[in-house]
Nanobody, 112 residues
Framework: QLQLVESGGGLVQPGGSLRLSCAAS????????IGWFRQAPGKEREVVSC????????VYADSVRGRFTISRGNAKNTMNLQMNSVNVEDTAVYYC?????WGQGTQVTVSS
């Protein structure tokens, strides 16, 4: 059974950094494209970044390009989202998604 579990969310000050992780079980992440999404209060869920499963190419939302980095983790079946220079607009619940499945989300709050 496919399961995704996010971790690493929390409270961070504007300009700070945070690293989100997603651990998958029940299948191998290596054969799938993977993605991070977020949903802010009162807004629709939006894509943050994706990474392909063939050539490793990445895609970023304009709002995070140059600040966030998606990667496959060093640990087997994990994926990461490095968030740098965060701002209050990055406050949201962040979800990882693979093969149509979703994690439960992890809250990121950017506030001074």
């Amino acid at each position: 059974q496919l399961q995704l579990v996010e971790s690493g969310g929390g409270l961070v000050q504007p300009g700070g950094s945070l690293r989100l992780s997603c651990a998958a079980s029940g299948f191998s992440l290596d054969i799938y494209a993977i993605g991070w999404f977020r949903q802010a209060p009162g807004k629709e869920r939006e894509v943050v970044s994706c990474i392909s499963n063939d050539d490793g190419s990445t895609v970023y939302a304009d709002s995070v390009r140059g600040r966030f980095t998606i990667s496959r983790g060093n640990a087997k079946n994990t994926m990461n989202l490095q968030m740098n220079s965060v701002n209050v607009e990055d406050t949201a619940v962040y979800y990882c998604s693979v093969a149509g499945g979703w994690g439960q989300g992890t809250q990121v709050t950017v506030s001074s």
